[in-house]
């Protein structure tokens, strides 16, 4: 099902490049001293469109399954669930996968499901909070060739672009990029430079982004409504984490499991912008935040004494503060008559949190 799909996209690439060179063709051929230039131009293309079969075909083949168990005690298993199901892309030869991050949050037990369901067990090499991405190593030789990085700036709104997953879940479909912009979770995560495509992937979960020469642009994370942005009419589209971030920060995750931006302040707490303010939704069990009394439906209006109106605004306030250990003043607003109040967190480095395996 996956290669039939396969197919289809590149004849539709065919078609894409076939209506762009029509034009010269068609302009050259009345002209008999034009013939060899349209000759050239029509060789160029079938050149062209045969070196996108060949690159779309191993991007294709790069993306596997992956599969997870956390350990037993971890925190994540009462959102993500305990077994987790996603993908990733093999990047480099030696074996090491790329995907998105929470599939392999906590996870004891990971394996690499290829397209023949063979399954590859795998370590656990680097969980980044900053950015979203994990990275996992195979245990045994995947006998594919890995994708190239491509560049994730230079995605033009116009080109076709692939969206695959891999393992029991496999699917392939075409995209667009409908949108470039900073991506603010609940989750205390922001990102300045999430790419949103449409239509929506439903296996999107460490799905691979790929441009029409193979190259990898990005790691599915999310389905979301809005992947036009606010001001635009509902689009179901995905949000993904463009790989351009990874490449800074590659040599540093597969050394230490993190990159430095992952250690900040962390308060254990879930929020929503709400009409330009911040909005408690919910709070970590033991989390910080908790313990310093915050509530549920709490307005969050200023961090250290600067005033937050918005989620990206409250987590680049929270980081910009020297340490993760340390205290945070939080002024809220609570109740139906919006008492004032200010309460004091005693942050932490959310990464010590985390219930580790052997190996990262």
Same mark, same amino acid.
Request: hydrophobic share 50%.
């Given at each position: 099902?996956?290669?039939?799909?396969?197919?289809?996209?590149?004849?539709?690439?065919?078609?894409?490049?076939?209506?762009?060179?029509?034009?010269?063709?068609? !302009?050259?051929?009345?002209?008999?001293?034009?013939?060899?230039?349209?000759?050239?131009?029509?060789?160029?293309?079938?050149?062209?469109?045969?070196?996108?079969?060949?690159?779309?075909?191993?991007?294709?083949?790069?993306?596997?399954?992956?599969?997870?168990?956390?350990?037993?005690?971890?925190?994540?298993? *009462?959102?993500?669930?305990?077994?987790?199901?996603?993908?990733?892309?093999?990047?480099?030869?030696?074996?090491?996968?790329?995907?998105?991050?929470?599939?392999?949050?906590?996870?004891?037990?990971?394996?690499?499901?290829?397209?023949?369901?063979?399954?590859?067990?795998?370590?656990?090499?680097?969980?980044?909070?900053?950015?979203?991405?994990?990275?996992?190593? !195979?245990?045994?030789?995947?006998?594919?060739?890995?994708?190239?990085?491509?560049?994730?700036?230079?995605?033009?709104?116009?080109?076709?672009?692939?969206?695959?997953?891999?393992?029991?879940?496999?699917?392939?479909?075409?995209?667009?990029?409908?949108?470039?912009?900073?991506?603010?979770?609940?989750? *205390?995560?922001?990102?300045?430079?999430?790419?949103?495509?449409?239509?929506?992937?439903?296996?999107?979960?460490?799905?691979?982004?790929?441009?029409?020469?193979?190259?990898?642009?990005?790691?599915?994370?999310?389905?979301?409504?809005? !992947?036009?942005?606010?001001?635009?009419?509902?689009?179901?589209?995905?949000?993904?984490?463009?790989?351009?971030?990874?490449?800074?920060?590659?040599?540093?995750?597969?050394?230490?499991?993190?990159?430095?931006?992952?250690?900040?302040?962390?308060?254990?707490?879930?929020?929503?912008?709400?009409?330009?303010?911040?909005?408690?939704?919910?709070?970590? !069990?033991?989390?910080?935040?908790?313990?310093?009394?915050?509530?549920?439906?709490?307005?969050?209006?200023?961090?250290?004494?600067?005033?937050?109106?918005?989620?990206?605004?409250?987590?680049?306030?929270?980081?910009?503060?020297?340490?993760?250990?340390?205290?945070?003043?939080?002024?809220?607003?609570?109740?139906?008559?919006?008492?004032?109040?200010?309460?004091?967190?005693?942050?932490?480095?959310?990464?010590?949190?985390?219930?580790?395996?052997?190996?990262?």
């Amino acid at each position: 099902m996956k290669q039939a799909a396969l197919d289809r996209w590149i004849k539709i690439l065919g078609v894409a490049g076939a209506l762009a060179f029509a034009s010269t063709v068609q !302009a050259a051929r009345p002209h008999t001293r034009d013939a060899p230039v349209a000759d050239r131009a029509a060789a160029s293309a079938a050149a062209e469109f045969q070196a996108h079969q060949v690159a779309m075909r191993r991007a294709n083949a790069a993306v596997v399954g992956i599969e997870t168990m956390a350990v037993e005690d971890a925190r994540s298993i *009462e959102n993500l669930g305990r077994e987790r199901q996603g993908s990733g892309v093999l990047i480099n030869a030696d074996g090491l996968v790329l995907t998105i991050g929470y599939l392999i949050l906590e996870a004891d037990h990971v394996d690499l499901v290829l397209a023949d369901s063979k399954r590859v067990p795998a370590r656990v090499v680097a969980y980044d909070l900053a950015t979203g991405f994990g990275l996992v190593q !195979a245990l045994a030789p995947l006998g594919l060739l890995p994708a190239p990085l491509g560049v994730s700036a230079a995605v033009a709104s116009d080109e076709p672009l692939m969206v695959a997953s891999g393992g029991g879940d496999a699917e392939l479909s075409l995209a667009r990029m409908v949108s470039r912009r900073p991506y603010s979770g609940f989750w *205390e995560y922001h990102i300045d430079s999430a790419l949103f495509t449409a239509p929506a992937h439903e296996h999107h979960s460490g799905a691979g982004l790929f441009n029409a020469d193979g190259e990898l642009l990005g790691i599915g994370s999310l389905v979301v409504r809005d !992947a036009g942005g606010r001001s635009a009419p509902a689009l179901l589209g995905n949000m993904f984490v463009p790989v351009d971030l990874l490449k800074p920060i590659l040599a540093e995750l597969t050394a230490r499991g993190a990159s430095q931006g992952s250690t900040r302040a962390w308060l254990g707490i879930n929020c929503v912008e709400d009409e330009g303010r911040v909005r408690v939704l919910r709070l970590t !069990a033991d989390g910080p935040a908790g313990d310093a009394g915050l509530r549920p439906a709490d307005t969050i209006v200023a961090v250290d004494g600067v005033a937050v109106a918005d989620l990206a605004s409250f987590y680049k306030t929270l980081w910009q503060g020297e340490g993760a250990d340390r205290d945070v003043t939080i002024d809220v607003l609570r109740g139906v008559g919006q008492q004032p109040l200010r309460l004091q967190v005693h942050a932490i480095d959310r990464m010590r949190t985390l219930s580790r395996p052997a190996g990262i």
